[in-house]
């Protein structure tokens, strides 16, 4: 009995281990690779998988998510001889599990190592200022130059950044300095561009108020002619108009008489006042006409007298 008891332990527990090499589950995003015999013989994808024991091999087992890979640090040269420590990381993927296991040996290393070449080719070709504006152009093709090479390792290389870009300690104090100076230039641009508009605006602002001012003048003179040749005209009109109901007064009856009666007045008058003016006595050049004025005048009133 014992030693049926040790046979039947020892058939449970090559089963157990008969089942263990049968059935293997593979998790999503996995893939792993069986050889039989030591040859290539099939992929297995997420979920349960049946191999024969003993002669199926697990042979190796991929990832095929997206992986980060942090590319070292080097040293590359750039066209006009200046020193740039480039430091990078390179996101790749495995798409071909059978390619990624026997096209390569290492195909991280290969990866790497290709990345690093690259990039320091494509630094070669540039100058120092067009590294720091051309990383993108740069990301780009070093990742078309790998995945070239690449898809014979069963990768897919999806993209490459540069996480820093380092010049030398001199370098970077020479283009500090550099900074420093095109900001002051760039100060000292816009200082004169404000005084420069300033100067325009101030003369301007003085030229429209002359031309304000001269517009004023112009119009004043303008209103003031105006109100001359009207008041001229006002006068004017007003003098016709006196002069034709003189006219028509003269062409009543008596309207002579009493014109003649009018202009003795204010020939007496202005006479009087002139006398006034002067101590010495002044007589009319024709004093005869004085009399006959004043005569006509006195018999002017005698007939007004004699009619009331």
């Not at 999503?28 to 050889?35: D, F, G, P, S, T």
């Not at 740039?84 to 059978?98: H, S």
């Not at 067009?130 to 990768?155: M, P, Y």
Request: net charge neutral.
């Amino acid at each position: 009995m014992e030693g049926f008891g040790i046979v039947a332990l020892i058939l449970l527990f090559v089963v157990i281990v008969f089942a263990m090499k049968t059935v293997n589950v593979v998790p999503q995003q996995h893939a792993w690779v069986v050889e039989r015999l030591g040859k290539y013989h099939s992929t297995l994808g997420p979920g349960l998988n049946i191999v024969v024991p003993f002669i199926d091999r697990i042979a190796y087992k991929h990832v095929l998510k997206e992986i980060p890979l942090d590319v070292p640090p080097q040293v590359c040269i750039t066209k006009d001889n200046t020193q740039l420590q480039v430091d990078g990381i390179l996101y790749f993927q495995v798409t071909d599990p059978m390619r990624a296991s026997y096209g390569s040996s290492n195909y991280i290393a290969a990866i790497t190592q290709l990345a690093q070449t690259t990039l320091r080719s494509i630094v070669g070709r540039m100058e120092l200022d067009k590294t720091f504006e051309e990383r993108d152009h740069i990301n780009t093709t070093v990742v078309n130059a790998i995945d070239e090479s690449a898809a014979n390792w069963g990768v897919k290389v999806l993209r490459y950044e540069i996480k820093d870009l380092t010049p030398p300690k001199e370098i970077l104090h020479a283009m500090q300095a550099q900074i420093t100076a095109e900001r002051e230039k760039r100060a000292l641009i816009a200082a004169s561009e404000g005084r420069k508009q300033e100067q325009i605006n101030l003369a301007s602002g003085e030229r429209e108020a002359a031309i304000a001012k001269s517009e004023g003048d112009k119009q004043a003179a303008i209103n003031r002619a105006e109100g001359e040749a009207a008041a001229i005209l006002a006068i004017a009109q007003a003098s016709a108009e006196a002069l034709r109901v003189t006219a028509s007064a003269i062409q009543q009856p008596g309207g002579s008489d009493a014109m003649n009666l009018k202009v003795a007045e204010q020939y007496v008058e202005a006479f009087g006042k002139l006398a006034k003016t002067n101590n010495s006595l002044i007589v009319p050049g024709n004093f005869g006409d004085m009399s006959s004025l004043l005569a006509s005048a006195m018999q002017v009133l005698k007939q007004n007298g004699k009619a009331q």
